[in-house]
């Protein structure tokens, strides 16, 4: 089979299976009692054996095979749920996904070494008394709808049409078929054997059903009634030819009124015998099975549709060039005063909006992408800590961009885990301060206007202004009168100084500091903003502000002598006219007073060293003060051009050191305009 073109679909189907395997193992952990909660994660493990089979992966679906043996076990309550259980399907779990990466980057599955894993899976499985042991084949028999009775009943329909059969020439059989026990794809090979029987005579019943041979609920035999014009041995070859097929037996059904058993299937009844006094056991799989259906059906109701990230990539930028060329189209019928064609811009401008828009929206993927991995790592580190530590998550359906979304995994990482090691302290720490011994750790998301809002948030000792200051002066970033200077809110903003985070600063009490000059970057490097509020004692909370979308935006056009800037609009507070003797100078540095409160300015001339021109007579200064977080600045330009929708195109390999500049866009006029990066100037 070319199973080339299949691999995409089998890597994402295979990360959402392991994701929900890992869901699904937290839950059972938190309630080991919801059986309903293992039943998912057995159809999980079991699907993903099986696309793992039919793609060839074989070490993959083996060792999901040994997995998904452990969890029948436990579905079966042949084990307990226990913590020595859960660490290990969760190492199970953990191959996998090592797997599947590998065979996503073209490496070989055999990378990983999940000998010891396996047998640590069947030392667990294989130790119980030995009466449960002799118990638990004939229940996992009964429990998966296995052990066929031997004897072949028909109905008064199947007798009927056997005899008029016989009559028109034709021979009814009965047709043994036996499965490999080696064979993870016992579904497939039942349908192939149906397929055979097909083409050679009517099929009448088989036992188990189709319907339980469909869901593998048989074990590796059953029986098919068929009546045929072709003798046994074609029958008995068709079926052999089949791959992973071991035996066949091949009877004629003489006996109209009861169907003889086939041969081989006589071994098989102290099975079916043992499997009696556990009916309850054989219910279980078929009381989900109408829960699977609906699953189906509500998926295919929705209308889903996977759709490659670079064809949706390549949308955006025609959008984009469609917005660039509207502009475009808009100078154009003003500068020629065309009415025809204002009208014909003003029909296409509201299609352009609601394109983008819906294009956008493709674009959006909820935050639980990225929050589904958290409760996992939580947990893991917690017991690494050996702190009880209980994570909530809320707003996990808020949308953001693609491309943010890709970005701020490894952020959130961080704070998450300086929140588990340097913010929850121990248990008994904790309980003799009066708090509950769990520590609470939370993470938040929320819409505000344009911006999504992403909170990290600790109940833990909060972080000590005076400890920052200290180790801010210790490291020579801050003079100790400017230090001592600061505001506690301020303080704590030094952990964010690049170079702050040390190997020393790990072993403080406040120790916050770890890589958050990283966490800042990376944030910043998005359009976005992340600042920290704490209290001693109470806790601390990381909140990171982020646009929406990094594609399309609101900008405001600027100009210095010739040049044309873009300043993004969600960045902007006001725009105001000044005169040279608003202009204080405060510490060397210039500054304005607007509204009570003094504002640093910055020339942008002289920031981007653009070339000097002929001076500005009139005496106006025009000035747009951005903010970014608490902080604002006065932007000095020559010129207000005016707002306008702009699409940001990346500056490249070639131009990425540039920190002035966030990226560039082509103006209506084909003329190229850079878009500030506002945090830089700060």
């Known amino acids: 089979m070319e199973t080339n073109q299949y691999m995409e679909m089998f890597l994402d189907e295979s990360r959402e299976h392991l994701q929900s395997l890992n869901d699904g193992l937290l839950s059972l952990e938190n309630d080991p009692e919801d059986l309903s909660v293992l039943n998912e994660i057995f159809r999980n493990a079991h699907t993903l054996k099986g696309m793992s089979a039919t793609m060839g992966y074989t070490k993959t679906a083996e060792l999901t095979h040994d997995m998904e043996n452990l969890l029948d076990m436990l579905r079966k309550e042949q084990l307990k749920v226990s913590e020595e259980i859960i660490d290990v399907i969760f190492k199970c779990v953990d191959s996998l996904q090592e797997m599947v990466e590998n065979i996503g980057s073209g490496e070989s599955e055999d990378l990983v070494d999940v000998s010891g894993l396996v047998r640590q899976v069947n030392a667990i499985a294989n130790g119980k008394s030995p009466a449960a042991e002799e118990a638990a084949a004939p229940v996992a028999e009964a429990a998966s709808g296995e052990g066929s009775a031997p004897v072949f ?9 056997i005899k008029e059969a016989k009559n028109s020439g034709l021979v009814p059989y009965i047709i043994h078929v036996e499965i490999a026990e080696s064979c993870l794809l016992k579904s497939a090979r039942s349908y192939m054997v149906m397929n055979a029987l097909d083409e050679l005579g009517d099929v009448l019943k088989s036992v188990p059903p189709a319907e339980d041979l ?62 009696a006094p556990k009916p309850a056991d054989t219910k279980k799989p078929d009381a989900k099975a109408p829960e699977k259906k609906d699953a189906k059906k509500a998926h295919v109701g929705g209308q889903s549709v996977r759709v490659d990230i670079e064809k949706l990539d390549t949308l955006m930028n025609l959008v984009g060039e469609l917005v660039t060329n509207k502009v475009r189209l808009e100078q154009i019928g003003m500068t020629h005063r065309l009415t025809e064609l204002t009208e014909t811009l003003e029909q296409m401008d509201r299609v352009t909006t609601d394109l983008q828009s819906v294009v956008m929206k493709v674009r959006m993927v909820p935050v639980s992408q990225v929050f589904n991995r958290f409760p996992r ?42 929140s588990l090691d340097h913010g929850v302290e121990h248990p008994d720490e904790r309980e003799a301060k009066g708090k509950p011994r769990t520590g609470e750790v939370g993470l938040i998301a929320r819409h505000e206007g344009n911006n999504v809002v992403i909170m990290v948030t600790d109940d833990g000792s909060g972080i000590n202004a005076d400890k ?27 952990i964010f100084l690049p170079g702050f985070s040390t190997a020393e600063t790990i072993t403080d009490v406040s120790g916050r500091g770890v890589g958050m000059d990283v966490v800042r970057s990376k944030i910043e490097s998005l359009g976005g903003h992340v600042d920290v509020e704490t209290k001693i004692d109470e806790g601390s909370v990381f909140k990171i502000k982020l646009p929406l979308t990094l594609a399309i935006i609101q900008a405001m056009l600027v100009k210095v002598q010739d040049e044309m800037y873009a300043i993004p609009l969600g960045s902007i507070d006001s725009t105001i006219n000044i005169t040279p003797d608003d202009i204080k100078t405060v510490q060397n ?23 000097k021109g002929e001076e500005n007579d009139d005496g106006d200064i025009f000035v747009v003060v951005v903010h970014v977080g608490d902080h604002k600045i006065g932007i000095v330009v020559d010129n207000l051009i005016g707002q306008q929708e702009i699409v940001i195109k990346t500056l490249g390999k070639l131009l990425s050191g540039l920190k002035m500049l966030a990226g560039a866009t082509v103006l209506g006029d084909g003329h190229v305009a850079m878009i500030l990066d506002v945090s830089a100037l700060m």
């Open 377 to 418: 790592m939580v947990r893991d580190l917690a017991k690494e800590l050996d702190k009880d530590i209980n994570l909530t998550i809320e707003g996990e359906d808020t949308e953001l961009d693609r491309t943010v979304i890709d970005e701020i995994g490894d952020p959130l990482m961080h704070l998450l885990r300086n």
């Open 589 to 611: 540095k210039e500054v304005i007073v607007l509204r009570g409160q003094i504002i640093p300015i910055a020339r942008l001339g002289e920031v981007l060293s653009v070339p």
């Open 468 to 494: 920052i200051r200290n180790k801010a002066v210790e490291k020579g970033m801050v003079s100790r009168e400017e230090a001592d200077a600061l505001p506690d809110a301020d303080a704590v903003r030094l």
């Open 153 to 161: 009943e028909l109905s008064d329909t199947e007798r009927s049409v």
């Open 214 to 275: 469909e869901q593998e609920k048989f074990d590796h035999s059953f029986e098919v009634a068929i009546v045929t014009d072709a003798d046994a041995k074609t029958l008995e070859s068709a079926v052999s030819a089949i791959s992973e097929i071991s035996n066949v037996v091949v009877t004629e059904i003489t006996d109209i009124d009861k169907a003889p058993a086939a041969p081989a299937a006589v071994s098989e009844a102290p099975a079916a015998k043992a499997a």
